[in-house]
């Protein structure tokens, strides 16, 4: 949605998913697969590289200018046949991709080796770590929505839950959520970038059979910092067993509608499917509280 309503600031992509989209409700959707996140892939890695971000070998500029302009011809014939928009979302990858290869910025933001050794330390020689520095290059360079994950479901902690987040998910996520702010706050990024933390719904407040803890969607919590959100706040609360909300509730629509609020975008737009239904943005109401 962001990539539809306010595009690329310029050839960098919109919207970049590090390592990869987590499914299918990372991509566009009925909005078409041009507003799919580009995939920056596993960063912690030895000299992390996009991947094809350079020209195959052999292969140089007045070549690759010659197979374009005959994939342009072959496209101009076929697209007379085209009835469902599928070449424009293949023309579309096409040219973001040649500028990409094109383009010294895009370069310069995705080689974390740049960032001194300090400071990649700071923030965990791990994939959330690693991602949320690249995330970091990435606004500074002007691309406008990053999610850094660890690959698939990760989070969805089902069984040996505690040891499991006490001594792995737990340290990587706040050594390089803190380092993310204190980087951004030192470059003067933070008033202007907002940092979520968040997952889809909670966790069952009963411990399962696998000591785990399954899906949970009536009360959860997440963190925000940047952009205006006041510091230093908390705002409502669970019960005394984090099953149900005691005070203050935020309703998911009204917190979505804030979102997009900052963002510059109105969350009351509607948009009409690919059958023709009305679908709005989201149906809620920003909060004043947030800033």
Known sequence: MVTRELGARNELPAYVAIPAGAGDYARGGFLGAKYNPFAAGEVNV?????????????????????????????DSRIRTWDTT?????????YKSSLELIRSPRAKKAFNIAEEPAKLRDSYGRTTIGQGALLA??????GVRLVTVARAGNAWDHHGNIFPTLANDF????????????TDLD????????????????????????????DHWPNTFSLALAGAGVP???VHGSSDDDGMFVKDSPVEVPDFIATLYHKLGIDPHKEYISNIGRPVKIVDGTPLKFLG
């Open 46 to 74: 030895a000299g992390y590289a996009v991947r094809d971000l350079n020209l195959p070998m052999g292969v140089d500029w007045a070549r690759m200018e010659g197979r374009y302009s005959l994939l342009s011809l072959v």
């Open 85 to 93: 928009d599928a070449f424009d979302t293949l023309d579309a990858y």
């Open 136 to 141: 970091r290059r990435l606004v500074e360079a």
């Open 170 to 181: 737990l340290p990587e996520l706040d050594r390089a959520f803190s380092a993310l702010l």
């Open 186 to 213: 030192q470059r003067g990024l933070l008033d202007t970038t907002l940092v979520l933390v968040t997952g889809e719904f909670g966790r069952t407040p009963e411990i399962n059979v696998n000591a785990g803890r």
């Open 231 to 233: 510091g230093g706040l």
